[in-house]
């Protein structure tokens, strides 16, 4: 398990740059040198969205959430990977906040006998998730928004 999790990560985290949209006239936001992707499946997913007739509109970390991290008991904020505008069936359009997360990296990491400092960096972050994504889904309710969750299994 540990090992293909390990290959999913490789796979879709180490992989940086910047994505210079096909379509720029869909992007809301800066372009500038180009949009900053922080993986391969972000990477995946700005194409994805550059090329899809059915959105209408989209943009990358420019949606910006409070959130109280109960790891440290402190706000902090929570930069939202796309907020898009998405054409659905019978043309009705609807806005999503979506974070882009390998599907390991969205379970609870197993338990372990032995609480090693990888483990609790894992267990760490996963409940650091878990807030960023509870105040996402209130913040997108609040604006009648979509807060969803895609992984690399969405993309087939």
């Known amino acids: 398990m540990y090992r293909r999790r390990l290959q999913i990560y490789n796979q879709n985290t180490l992989h940086q740059g910047r994505y210079k949209p096909r379509n720029p006239n869909k992007y809301k936001g800066s372009i500038g040198n180009g949009i900053i992707f922080r993986s391969g499946l972000e990477l995946r997913f700005f194409r994805f969205f550059d090329h899809n007739k059915s959105v209408v509109q989209w943009n990358a970390e420019e949606v910006i959430i409070p959130y109280l991290a109960d790891v440290d008991g402190r706000m902090h904020r929570y930069f939202v990977d796309i907020w898009a505008k998405i054409k659905g069936k019978g043309g009705k359009i609807q806005e999503y906040l979506i974070e882009i997360k390998p599907y390991a990296f969205t379970k609870e990491p197993p338990q372990q006998n032995r609480k090693t400092k990888s483990y609790q960096r894992k267990v ?33």
Do not use: H, P, S
């Open 124 to 156: 760490y972050e996963y409940i650091k998730n878990l807030n960023k994504w509870k105040a996402a889904d209130e913040f997108a309710k609040k604006r009648g928004q979509k807060f969803i969750i895609l992984t690399e299994r969405d993309l087939r």
